[in-house]
């Protein structure tokens, strides 16, 4: 009850309620436990407050009738049926247009106009008994003065056109009589008299409501103002469409410019955030204020623009600009028309400078403006390289579009879920919100588009879900937090029972163990309000190969991701060859790729040591370098582990200072003991359903016993597949291979084993002079 009040109070105070999803919320929650009356007078009182906001509202209209349905007795409900149905009436009159008739018409056109007239009172007077059976039931329970007096009106249109009809007929039959007088023609005019007098006095009563629901067009400033968030933008449109209203008044009195301001802009953003949108308005700018005799836009691409051998390019570039004179011609994309290391055989330049040339010729120059739109690093190089171009769009006129905020994001999806006939709820905004902060991990985030498709999302979940014993009128007209949520999905091999899992490593999986409390704790805080402890998470692990840094930092993301530190929660694996490229510039493109790549995640970089060399000329400091400026520009959406031998990584670290300062958790990876290796060796035979058998284990020991082994893992791995092998050898050399059994092919024997350490061995020697065998 308390609820009800609240909303009360605000439709009377304000006219309307702020959050009608809350009334439907409260109905659902509420529902199974509310008498059809009570869900009727808050879809009532909803539906008024939406009314308020817009009188032709959808929604407004649906909960009325569903609320008319559950409660007749509701005279809100009712009376507005009654107006519903009595607004559909208002052509009712429109068949009623009667051509002219004058007495200078000769007499076979006076005759085909009287059997005009008759035909039009015959077709409406058939259609008028329908009509007044259907709004009679409403007229009688009407307690609507105005319905009344159109329903008197519908009852004097019908008597005033039985009476038109009359003389119709006896004007058509003195004209084809010889008793044909003047009497039989002023009947006839008088009777259309009061017909038209009805007409007049019915299109009066729906005048007011018409006008009402009638949209007015806005403007492109009002437009501009109604789109979410981008203030400084509108802000810069703004002083540009006041200049530019400005220099008409000055144009219009006589004045003139030499240099007129250019129409040509560039708009940079990521996608979704409104560059087709601004170019649309600022087009309808051009327009309303007289620069342009069109308003529309021509949306255009390299694919579009570019052609694939010679004279093509220029062709399709003339077309195009063909149809956006008078307009606006939109570059989407435009930097890919200047690719980088471009050849022969690609046209872009041929596009720009045709393009350019057209911008400035007698033939087209003046007669459109060009819109270029794109990311902002990409555009920035793209008009650098381009001086012929650049000088066509003046610095003042560049309009950089930010990324929404995850606020302004939550507006749209409003906006969005709205014009399908949704609302959100409270719960759903806020599941919205989660899901958008899931998917912001890097610059192809899409901002608009992207809350859009999750808006588009929810509804079909909503459309797929079984039904409920939910009101359909509440199924149908919101989305709430369970619409927006991912579907859940148990994760039965949760990261840290991975590490468990894991041979040996007793002391890191300590050390982990103690980080993942951290981190978990660190953003539970955070979710609390409470101050959060910066956490330092790039790490160094240092060991030999085969210790399983790898596959520990694997699970290192993922403990991150569950912890909710990563959205993504994924491992890129690079080496040297991955960021260092072999001309100048280009390394710290390679390496800012690789970073893109790992956004939400985590870059494992292998041997980084590598990185340095002792050669001037070697591109690893900038990879180093870039690396650094990456980090600290990606902060908390990027986790980088490098990788090596101890000493070698300490030499890194001490070379860049940036890097030193930033990698503050060390893990290090000790070799496996004999008796570890064994354990990696019987499970990584068990994976495939091979076992060892006794002796094999025994020999195992025996030869690794107090003998370095390099490689550890991989040393087990290898000689694992080595021993299958052997053993597959050893079957099919029986006189029926067809007789072994199922322990037969699982085991592996001594001899098999003894002949994967001589092949290893044996294999080693030849190949490097050297063994993973060592002694």
């Known amino acids: 009850m308390q609820e009800q009040t609240k909303w009360n109070n605000e439709l009377d105070q304000k006219g309307y309620i702020d959050d009608e999803a809350e009334i439907l919320a409260y109905i659902m929650e509420h529902d199974q436990t509310f008498s059809a009356m009570e869900i009727a ?102 307690v609507d003065p105005s319905q009344a007096k159109l329903y008197n009106l519908m009852l004097d249109a019908i008597k005033s056109t039985s009476e038109l009809l009359k ?6 039959q003195s004209i084809t009589g010889v008793f044909h007088t003047a009497a039989y023609m002023e009947e006839l005019s008088a009777r259309l008299e009061q017909v038209e007098a009805i007409k007049k006095e019915w299109a009066i009563q729906f005048a007011e409501s018409s006008e009402q629901e009638k949209e007015a067009k806005e403007n492109a400033i009002d437009e501009l103002n109604q789109m979410i968030g981008l203030e400084t933008v509108k802000a810069r449109v703004k002083d540009y469409y006041q200049y530019l209203k400005f220099q008409k008044k000055r144009k219009n009195l006589g004045f003139q410019m030499k240099d007129e301001l250019s129409l040509n802009f560039v708009l940079t953003g990521n996608p979704g955030t409104g560059k087709t949108t601004l170019s649309r308005l600022l087009a309808r700018i051009f327009h309303e204020l ?52 471009q050849t022969g055989n690609d046209y872009g330049q041929a596009a720009i400078d045709t393009l350019v040339s057209l911008m400035t010729g007698e033939e087209f120059g003046g007669k459109f403006a060009v819109i270029l739109a794109g990311y902002p690093e990409e555009m920035r190089s793209f008009l650098d390289a381009n001086p012929g171009l650049r000088s066509r769009f003046p610095q003042s006129n560049h309009i950089f579009l930010r990324d929404y905020t995850n606020k302004e994001l939550v507006k749209i999806g409003e906006k969005i879920a709205e014009d399908n006939d949704y609302l959100l709820t409270g719960s759903a905004e806020n599941a919205l919100e989660e899901r958008l902060e899931r998917e912001r991990v890097d610059e192809t985030f899409g901002n608009a588009r992207t809350v859009h498709n999750l808006v588009l999302e ?78 330092q998470l790039h790490s160094v692990f240092t060991g030999n190969p085969g210790t399983g840094k790898t596959t520990v930092a694997k699970i290192y993301a993922e403990i991150l991701k569950e912890n909710g530190f990563l959205k993504r929660g994924h491992l890129v694996v690079a080496s040297r060859a991955d960021l260092v490229a072999g001309y100048v510039g280009q390394t710290a493109e390679k390496t800012r790729k690789k970073v893109r790549d790992a956004l939400g995640g985590v870059l494992f970089i292998d041997e980084a040591y590598s990185l340095l060399s002792p050669s001037g000329g070697d591109f690893g400091k900038e990879a180093i370098e870039t690396l650094v400026d990456e980090m600290t520009r990606h902060n908390e959406n990027l986790v980088i ?64 016993k107090g003998r370095q082994v390099s490689g550890n893992g991989r040393f087990a791995a290898n000689l694992i597949e080595e021993a299958i092998q052997a053993q597959s050898l050893r079957l099919s050399m029986m006189e029926d291979i067809t007789l072994a059994d199922a322990d037969a092919l699982s085991k592996l024997e001594l001899a098999d084993i003894e002949k994967a350490f001589l092949k290893i061995r044996n294999g080693e020697k030849e190949s490097k002079g050297k063994s993973e065998f060592e002694v």
Not at 303 to 318: A, C, M, P
Not at 469 to 492: A, H, M, Q, V, W
Not at 511 to 523: R, S
Not at 696 to 704: G, P, T
């Open 458 to 535: 929810a509804i079909f979940r909503k459309g797929t879900a079984k039904d409920d014993n939910t009101l359909d009128i509440l199924r149908f007209s919101i989305l709430d937090g369970n619409d927006f949520k991912l579907p859940f999905r148990e994760n039965r091999n949760r990261p840290l029972e991975k590490l468990d899992r894991l041979i040996g490593l007793h002391s890191l999986k300590g050390e982990m163990k103690t980080l993942a409390a951290f981190v978990k704790l660190q953003q539970m805080r955070r979710d609390s309000g409470l101050p959060a402890v910066p956490i």
């Open 641 to 704: 582990i490098l990788a090596g031998y101890p000493n070698q990584m300490d030499a890194l670290l001490e070379f860049n200072p940036g890097l030193r300062s930033r990698f503050k958790k060390f893990f290090h990876f000790p070799d496996y003991n004999t008796e570890e290796l064994l354990q990696i060796m019987t499970n990584y035979a068990e994976t495939y359903h091979y076992r060892l058998s006794g002796d094999a284990e025994d020999y195992i020991l025996e030869s690794l």
């Open 167 to 172: 003389a119709a007929e006896e004007y058509e």
């Open 290 to 341: 007289g620069f342009l005799p069109r308003e529309e836009v021509i949306e255009t691409n390299r694919s579009q623009l570019v052609g694939s051998y010679v004279g093509q390019t220029e062709e399709n570039v003339r077309a195009i600009v063909s149809k956006a004179v008078g307009g606006v011609l939109f570059i989407d994309e435009a930097y890919s028309l200047k690719r980088e290391g």
């Open 41 to 142: 007078r808050l879809l009532v009182m909803a539906a008024k407050s939406r009314f308020q906001k817009d009188q032709g509202d959808r929604l407004g209209m649906v909960w009325m009738k569903r609320a008319a349905d559950l409660d007749p007795a509701n005279l809100d409900a009712q009376g507005f049926l009654n107006k519903s149905t009595w607004r559909a009436a208002e052509p009712f009159l429109d068949s009623l247009d009667f051509p002219p008739i004058r007495e200078t018409d000769n007499r076979t056109t006076k005759k085909k106009i009287a059997e005009e007239y008759i035909v039009i009172c015959r077709s409406f007077l058939e259609q008028a008994d329908d009509q007044l059976e259907q709004l009679d039931n409403y007229h009688q329970g009407a």
